[in-house]
């Protein structure tokens, strides 16, 4: 890789591929320190030095579940002080966040990472689907329908209500 591409990668996207390699490497971790992905940017290399940048991406502007300040991007989610996974397409993020960035752009990272968005994309949807299969209230979710299957819908909530003044 030539220096004039390393020097094009933004903080953010070298954050993500640190991350994603990590998650790929190790998959039965759930998630990292802080300082665990510091470390992976650095072993990367895809900027150095090491940026000052890198560790307040990795603390508060790539972080998903934080009030932006001022980067919105949804690239990290807090699963608790001091940890960080990858975001996924399935949790709750920041409000303000909404819109933010999630992966690099296929063009913005050197093409050693690309095949990281197709293994972001499966690693996101399997944990998505794990998820639902486990969830109490996504499990129950159309177990009530044969409630009213006799009836509209309208007429068994009246029926339900009646005597309730």
Request: proline share 7%; aromatic share 10%.
């Amino acid at each position: 890789m030539g220096t004039s591409i390393l020097q094009q990668v933004k903080v953010a996207d070298e954050v993500w591929i640190a991350a994603a390699l990590l998650h790929r490497e190790y998959p039965a971790v759930t998630d990292f320190s802080i300082e665990e992905i510091v470390e992976r940017v650095r072993q990367e290399g895809l900027h150095k030095p090491l940026r000052p940048g890198v560790y307040v991406h990795i603390v508060q502007h790539c972080v998903a579940n934080r009030p932006p300040n001022p980067g919105r991007y949804r690239i990290l989610y807090e699963t608790s002080e001091g940890r960080r996974r990858l975001y996924r397409e399935s949790d709750a993020y920041h409000p303000e966040r909404e819109g933010g960035k999630i992966t690099p752009d296929a063009g913005d990272i050197p093409a050693g990472y690309r095949e990281l968005l197709g293994w972001y994309r499966d690693w996101s949807a399997e944990a998505t689907r794990r998820q639902s299969e486990s969830d109490p209230l996504l499990i129950s979710r159309g177990s009530g329908k044969k409630l009213w299957a006799d009836e509209p819908v309208d007429d068994y909530v009246r029926r339900l209500r009646e005597g309730w003044e």
